[in-house]
């Protein structure tokens, strides 16, 4: 089946650094991919939609400046924690649609655990 | 804007018995899908099952299977046959169909345990 590579798997950053996580779809074209947030013992909580080639489509109350995503090809998509501080450690995980039709083709990547010292 | 609501925080089962896990859900779209994921301790979402708003028969996965009653907007997963490594965090989604396909709006979630 369709894979979603996601990397890395694990990040630990001090307060004021910046983090790149990659979101990659290996074996198919994921014109769009969607990031995700999830805080200890919580759900999933969509932050934004990533389209190949235009901005990414943020979802109220996400910032856009210190979530930057980045799109430029149809099998990579960038999600960048920037100026990171201590709240913004979480669960980010990605996931790539395969194809513009409905049904079930949703693929998710394994996740990356982020922890701002 | 689309809700699940999964009202059992936390269940148990016995190894080898069947347990229910209650999603249910309110959207305005005429067309939506449903999936259950598994989501054990190291975080990663493993498919599990999907059914279409259009689906006239309810979906099976192996030991999974769907009980989709729409008029009641309910969408349980039915797990056959418990393993102890089916415990782990279970989310009920919903997405709506056309150019917003695939932003899911999850539940809160059910911890299932099997005991042996």
């Known amino acids: 089946g369709a894979v979603v590579s996601q990397h890395p798997s694990r990040v630990i950053c001090k307060s004021g650094t910046s983090v790149k996580i990659e979101c990659r779809s290996l074996?198919?074209?994921?014109?769009?991919m969607f990031w995700y947030r999830q805080f200890p013992k919580q759900s999933l909580m969509l932050m934004a939609t990533s389209n190949e080639g235009s901005k990414a489509t943020y979802e109220q109350g996400v910032e856009k400046d210190k979530f930057l995503i980045n799109h430029a090809s149809l099998t990579l998509s960038t999600l960048t924690v920037t100026s990171a501080h201590p709240e913004d450690s979480s669960f980010y995980i990605c996931?790539?649609?395969?194809?513009?039709?409905?049904?079930?083709?949703?693929?998710f990547g394994s996740g990356t655990q982020l922890s701002v010292l | 804007a689309q809700k699940i609501t999964q009202t059992q925080p936390g269940m148990f089962v016995q190894e080898k018995e069947a347990v229910t896990l209650d999603c249910t859900y309110d959207t305005s779209d005429p067309s939506y899908g449903l999936f259950w994921y598994k989501q054990p301790s190291s975080g990663e979402m493993i498919f599990l099952i999907y059914q279409g708003s259009y689906d006239q028969q309810n979906a099976t996965e192996g030991r999974y299977s769907l009980n989709f009653q729409k008029a009641r907007k309910s969408a349980n997963l039915v797990i056959s046959a418990s393993q102890l490594g089916d415990s782990a965090m279970y989310f009920c989604a919903i997405t709506s169909g056309g150019t917003s396909y695939g932003k899911l709006t999850f539940g809160q979630g059910t911890i299932l345990t099997v005991h042996p």
């Open positions: 074996d198919f074209q994921a014109t769009t």
């Open positions: 996931s790539a649609r395969e194809g513009d039709r409905g049904g079930e083709k949703l693929f």
